[in-house]
């Protein structure tokens, strides 16, 4: 069975340009995470999808980040305009609905010079 | 709210070693408790999980306890390999809400 996919694995872009993430998580999982995870921290999360339904998203800075789920299958992650400080890696992650197991991609290192 | 504390890295063991990670947790009610490890240049797995008080979890050798008197989840593993190098992540999730909150990560370093 694959696992949860993500792409690009690696982004290197300049400060003020857009990038995107996208996430094809586990068929059959209809719950869907987006997680921050800061060199030397834990991930932390940004957004929950229940389907194609944002459930969660209090951690999500709306000025410059956005996130779509629009069939309730893949996702994007958007961030315009990129800032230094949003260099980080973001992990997708997908689960059963009402299941306490959650299951990561490799992530997508985002380099902001 | 609820956090979770482990102890700072790097733990540095030679193979066959005995291993200890401790993990400590703040939390309203009874949460799930996890240790997520990640291998270098890939994403986190599941290591082991406890859903209630004095449940152990085990998984390739390592074991933890879910210690609600003293909010604790020490990971442990008898005799570690090189091949347990990785970081370890204790997490808990927050009832009802299917958000995990992660600690800091531990890195482990076993040397033959």
């Known amino acids: 069975e694959a696992g949860v996919v993500q792409s690009p694995r690696y982004k290197i872009i300049e400060k003020k340009q857009p990038v995107a993430f996208w996430c094809n998580p586990i068929s059959g999982h209809n719950t869907l995470y987006w997680y921050l995870q800061n060199l030397g921290q834990g991930p932390e999360l940004l957004i929950r999808y229940e389907n194609e339904e944002a459930v969660d998203d209090s951690q999500l800075p709306k000025d410059r980040f956005s996130a779509e789920r629009l069939k309730g299958v893949d996702s994007t992650l958007k961030i315009q305009p990129a800032e230094l400080g949003d260099s980080a890696v973001y992990l997708c992650a997908s689960s059963l609905e009402r299941s306490d197991t959650q299951y990561f991609g490799p992530g997508t290192r985002l380099t902001v010079l | 709210g609820n956090s979770v504390t482990q102890m700072e890295g790097p733990v540095t063991l030679s193979e066959e070693a005995f291993l200890t990670i401790n993990c400590t947790y703040t939390a309203t009610g009874y949460p799930s408790l996890f240790w997520y490890v990640q291998y270098p240049g890939e994403g986190l797995q599941l290591l082991l999980k406890?859903?209630?008080?004095?449940d152990k979890g085990s998984n390739k050798g390592f074991e933890a306890t879910y210690r609600k008197e003293t909010t604790s989840f020490h990971l442990e593993k008898g005799s570690v390999q090189v091949s347990d190098s990785a970081v370890y992540f204790c997490?808990?999730?927050?009832?009802?809400?299917?958000?995990?909150?992660f600690g800091a990560g531990t890195r482990l370093a076993v040397h033959p």
């Open positions: 406890a859903t209630k008080a004095d």
């Open positions: 997490a808990l999730l927050s009832g009802g809400y299917n958000k995990l909150i």
